[in-house]
């Protein structure tokens, strides 16, 4: 194993070794508190730019899983058909791995991948760092190379551009219901639980006008990055919204572009929302649902129209989880209700959708 250094943009460094493709990476340094998932994670188009610093120490005793792709087209086990992170950092990285799906080293993946990993991190202190500064950009360098490789950038950058489809994908052609999923790196997951429901998937590049195709259903996916590069995708929302009451549900991203066409901003998290176990509460009620997330920006709930109002809220900090229209069967979450991996306490949001397609 190659020494390597993990430097942040404030100068702090990191020591460690690497397991993973020795190649120097830059981008957006990031943590997760998730205490497993990690082929899902790695494969999550929503980590695209970032370094993933997973925070449960033991990483890679279960191994990786075959990739391999199932009949309706999408992959088996994993979210996407490639690793997202730009990096992967974690404390203590098994060389040895058991488990009855694995077939191959977390190492092995990577390197076949060509993504960099660091371990033997202290993951507390970096942690710590990232959430009494924040988030912020970072260098993984190996000590025998020199520092040429150039500062990332995360802010101003289309991730969403780099990770939605570039044609129409259609899944379960003629099944039923039509329901159009706008792509901003949606998790494949997302896409198997609207095809358990018996419903037709049109699934569509983020900025395709959608307006005049026939469908019952609009559904707005999950993807990366800062919702406020995706303008195009705003104002075909708009447009949708203002010829038809047709029902839309959004994840993730889709909750924010869903609120960004309602007229509401955005802004950015300190550090995020990444893990397994955020609380939120169903607005007027005492239900608390405990979820998975994976995001770095929220909704500014003071900034919805008239004609909306929160659905969820976060109980640990009193950010936006959720918004819905008073009237029209519009509605979205934060949260991941089919997270993959993580708790499935919230997945009725699926049926709920599904409930409103006529």
């Not at 997202?84 to 060389?95: K, P």
């Not at 092995?108 to 970096?126: A, C, N, S």
């Not at 939120?280 to 998975?292: A, D, E, K, Q």
């Not at 009725?348 to 959708?353: A, H």
């Amino acid at each position: 194993m190659k020494n390597v250094t993990l430097v942040l943009s404030d100068g702090t460094r990191f020591h460690g070794k690497s397991f993973g493709y020795d190649a120097p990476v830059a981008g957006e340094v990031v943590f997760n508190t998730a205490m497993m998932g990690y082929p899902e994670s790695l494969t999550d188009p929503s980590y695209e730019g970032q370094l993933l610093t997973l925070t449960f120490p033991l990483i890679g005793n279960y191994g990786v899983p075959p990739f391999s792709i199932q009949e309706n087209k999408i992959p088996t086990f994993m979210e996407s058909e490639r690793i997202h992170v730009s990096g992967l950092i974690v404390s203590d990285y098994s060389q040895f791995y058991s488990h009855w799906n694995a077939v191959e080293s977390l190492a092995d993946w990577l390197k076949r991948e060509k993504v960099p990993g660091i371990t033997d991190i202290d993951t507390r202190q970096l942690t710590k760092v990232l959430r009494e500064h924040g988030v912020m950009m970072g260098k993984i360098l190996f000590d025998d190379e020199p520092d040429n490789i150039p500062d990332a950038n995360y802010e101003g950058v289309n991730f969403v551009d780099k990770v939605s489809c570039k044609e129409i994908i259609h899944y379960n052609e003629g099944a039923g219901k039509k329901v159009v999923l706008v792509d901003c790196g949606v998790k494949a997951n997302i896409i198997r639980c609207l095809l358990e429901r018996g419903v037709e998937v049109i699934r569509v590049p983020w900025n395709y006008d959608y307006t005049d195709m026939d469908f019952d259903g609009l559904f707005l996916g999950n993807g990366p990055g800062d919702p406020n590069m995706c303008n195009e995708a705003v104002e075909i929302l708009k447009k949708q919204m203002s010829k038809s009451t047709k029902p839309i549900c959004g994840i993730c991203m889709g909750n924010q572009l869903l609120a960004k066409a309602s007229g509401a901003s955005i802004y950015k998290l300190k550090y995020g929302h990444r893990s397994h176990n955020q609380p939120v509460r169903l607005v007027g009620t005492n239900h608390c649902y405990i979820t998975s997330q994976n995001h770095g920006y929220a909704v500014n709930g003071k900034t919805l129209g008239s004609d909306w109002e929160e659905l969820f809220v976060n109980m640990n900090d009193g950010s936006n989880e959720g918004i819905r229209h008073k009237t029209n069967p519009w509605f979205s979450s934060q949260f991941h209700p089919e997270a993959c991996s993580g708790p499935v306490d919230t997945e009725f949001m699926f049926d709920k959708f599904i409930e409103t397609l006529k």
